[in-house]
């Protein structure tokens, strides 16, 4: 069980192409998805927190124009790189909380995205 | 805020011997504390987790961590190293209930090989 999945794994396109990467959550409910940024060989950086049906609440830093995120349902939020530039090239992952009582519910993540923009 | 601290950044042991990744935290109150295994280019697997009671947790795939509050630490055990354990491993905390949600803090990780 909770399972997320995450399309594409790995996207490869030219600069000022826009982006648009799928977090689902295939067996559970999720209120609360997040998303991180992950550069080689470091730790995951939390880039905003998505609540389904509210605006996403991003983290000091990261440009909410740049980073676009929709939480549509319980089960799906995308993120959209608007206008990518090869500073964008990165690993991304999203990871899913469940509903039955937030406070203990662990999250569950992704296989991840590379990006890499040319 | 919180914060977490992995000090070792890479760790050889040789199959069948034992191993102990280290964890450190700070948060004011008591935490939520987690560990996540990372293989190349994926995702991460939740290993196991601590929210209350029993300070030493099981996990997945035969790992087991310890909470110690008068140390501030949640180092991550297992007695005996299977060759397939070598991934990347983070710890991580996040603040109880009224302290921000879910949000998770990652420490820095640690690069686990495994010798044959």
């Known amino acids: 069980g909770a399972v997320v999945s995450q399309h594409p794994s790995r996207v490869i396109c030219k600069s000022g192409t826009s982006v648009k990467i799928e977090c689902r959550s295939l067996d559970f409910q999720a209120t609360t998805m997040f998303w991180y940024r992950q550069f080689p060989k470091q730790s995951l950086m939390l880039m905003a927190t998505s609540n389904e049906g509210s605006k996403a609440t991003y983290e000091q830093g990261v440009e909410k124009d740049k980073f676009l995120i929709n939480h549509a349902s319980l089960t799906l939020s995308t993120l959209t790189v608007t206008s990518a530039h090869p500073e964008d090239s990165s690993f991304y992952i999203c990871?899913?909380?469940?509903?039955?009582?937030?406070?203990?519910?662990?999250?569950?993540f992704g296989d991840g995205t590379r990006l890499s923009i040319l | 805020a919180q914060s977490v601290t992995q000090p070792d950044i890479h760790i050889t042991v040789s199959e069948g011997a034992s191993l102990e990744l280290r964890c450190n935290y700070s948060y004011g109150a008591t935490p939520y504390l987690f560990w996540y295994v990372q293989s190349p280019g994926q995702g991460l697997q939740l290993l196991l987790k601590?929210?209350?009671?029993?300070?030493l947790v099981q996990g997945i795939k035969g790992f087991e961590a310890e909470f110690k509050r008068s140390q501030s630490s949640f180092n991550l055990r297992k007695p005996s190293v299977h060759w397939s354990d070598a991934a990347e491993y983070f710890c991580?905390?996040?603040?109880?209930?009224?302290?921000?949600?879910?949000?998770?803090?990652f420490g820095t990780g640690t690069q686990l090989k495994v010798e044959l």
């Open positions: 991580a905390v996040r603040a109880g209930v009224t302290g921000g949600g879910n949000k998770l803090t």
């Open positions: 990871s899913a909380a469940g509903t039955g009582g937030s406070s203990n519910q662990p999250q569950h």
């Open positions: 601590y929210f209350s009671g029993d300070t």
